[in-house]
């Protein structure tokens, strides 16, 4: 009896951590990690939808910008701030994934939290990055990240065509690791509308 209950205790546990993609209604709701810093999502039937996520455009104050710009795209979302050390370290790896992938039809979006305008926007500009950010100081946009944990910064979130969470990187990314997931994700055939 006492090893069923203990068979049964580790169960939940399990449950408890494991990884989901969406519930019911097909939206994204982060699920834990099982202890992994990146989660792939596959196949791709099984994908949580991410609402749209926007905010005010880092280096055009007044200007949105949201995911939903990139319909039929696949975008990468980047969760940086100019003052993590990480996030200095993987710039120049996001910038060499985004200039490769961009005739495949891919969009990078970064998301600057707990940050000040100025320090952002010297950040963007000293480091040359080719893709727009939002300027988003309380992360709100994170927001439609359902039970993401909003403190993992940095962080990068591959959407696939339909806007579907297809891989979550929840740690400083090299391009070695995240070419060979964007490219997979571009390849994936386009989903019938």
Known sequence: M??????LAG???????SLSSGPADGAFVFGGTGGRTTVTYDPPASR??????SGESLLEPGRQLSTADYRGQVVV??????????????????DQVALASAPQGVQFLGIDVRDQRQAAADFVRDRGV????IYDPPGRSLLALRGYPRNAVPSTIVLDRSHRVAAVFLTAVLASDLQPVVDRVAAEPVPAS
Not at 11 to 17: K, P
Not at 77 to 94: F, I, K, Q, T
Request: charged share 10%; proline share 10%.
């Open 77 to 94: 979302l980047n969760v940086w701030g100019s003052w993590c050390g990480p996030c200095r370290a993987e710039a120049d790896a996001l």
């Open 48 to 53: 949580g939808v991410l609402p749209p996520v």
């Open 11 to 17: 169960l939940l546990l399990v449950a408890g951590c």
């Open 2 to 7: 006492r090893a069923v209950l203990v068979l």
């Open 130 to 133: 080719v893709y727009p950010s």
